[in-house]
Each structure stands twice: as C-alpha cells, then as structure tokens.
C-alpha cells in the first residue's frame, strides 16, 4: 500500500446512501484542521466516479449501498490509476466480510458503533501508508487473513463469483428485472439470465428466493442498513 505523504490537506470524499450520515461525517471530519472534505456520493457507482474526477486521497465508503455495495466500489476505485485509498464503515462485524473488503485492496475497515472515535484514526494511518481495522475485530482478521488466503478449497464463497457476477448478485437482490440489469450492465437480458444460472450453481440453490437467503446469509451482498 502506497503512503499518501505528508504534505498538504487530506482530500476526502463520502459515501452514504443516507444524507443524515453524510452530513454527520462531514461535521466530524471538518472539525480536523487536516481534512478537507471534498465530495459526496449517494451510492456506490457514484463514489467510483466521483473518485475518478476528483482524485481524492480518502474514500471513506458505506458497506451497504445502492448500485454498487462497499465491496464492489472498493475493488473498481483501487482499480483506478490514482493514489486514492478507501476505508469502508459497516455495521457487520464478521471477519469474512473484512477479508473482502481487505482483499479489495481496503486500507481500513471500521465499525460505525465506534466511528466518532476511530475515523481520523484510520484517515491518518492511511496517510501512512497502514491498514485501520476496528480494535473488536483486528485480532481474528490478522490471525486469520494471510493463511486464509492460502488454503485450498477455502469456504469463502466470495471467492468462487465473478466482478460481474457479484454486481449481478447485489443488483438481483435489490429486486431488479433481468431487463433492468441488463439497461444497467449494458448487456443482454440473456447475458443476464445466464450470469442467475451461474450464481445458482455456484451458492446451491434452485431459484431466486433461495439465492437471496444465501447472498445476504453469507455476507455476498447487504441490505440498506
């Protein structure tokens, strides 16, 4: 993970589907002489593009989003040709889902019951080049992460989807048509039809229902929070 230096203010972007958080956030990290916040997102395919245009040093990105959850915004901003890192606020203090996030390439992953006293924590670990995880759940990620990444047959579900198939994952649990994905995706309706056969051989299930249960009980995508 590349430091983001020392020098000038940091540029920050948010990423909260609700407007009360955003605009609580934005208090708490404008009360930081250091911080300069400089944009805000309603959804995950927005902080994407917000993050392309302005080329912030931070996105901090809400784990249960519209469009594009944390998971996926991270992956595509790290894909990105900028220096921008991300923390990722979520309320799931589950280790696989920090793994994702980490595998991502995340540079911080914080619980929001504890937000108020961690953010400029991990803004400014970020800014040196470190990863901030939430004290509840560091120990099992750190003792459990690397080695993890090198087991085979791992029961990481995450592992076995595709980018595109998670994105048609999050967008068939928000309830959307295979037209709808298709316009959204700009691929066919059958392309579409294809990638929900796919999920449901991968996750073991015969229909929609029961590719939801699995989705959301295994943390492949979430609900508004």
Known sequence: MCSLGDGGMI?????DDHHIVRQGLRALLERDKRIEVV?????????????????????????AMPRLDGVQATSKIMALDTKTQVIVLSVHNRRKIAQRVLRNGAAGYLLKNAVNEELILAILAARRGEIYLSPEISK???????SLEQETGSDDLSLQLTAREHEVLKLIVDGYTNNEIGEMLH??????????MNLMTKLGVNDVTGLM?????????FLDE
């Open 11 to 15: 540029r920050v972007i948010i990423a």
């Open 39 to 63: 944009g805000e997102a309603a959804d995950g395919q927005e902080a994407v593009e917000l993050a392309q245009k302005l080329q912030p040093d931070i996105v901090i990105l809400d784990i």
């Open 187 to 196: 691929i066919s309706p059958k392309t579409v039809s294809k990638h929900r």
């Open 140 to 146: 099992s990620i750190l003792n459990n992460l690397w």
């Open 213 to 221: 249960r699995v989705a959301l009980k295994e943390g492949l995508v």
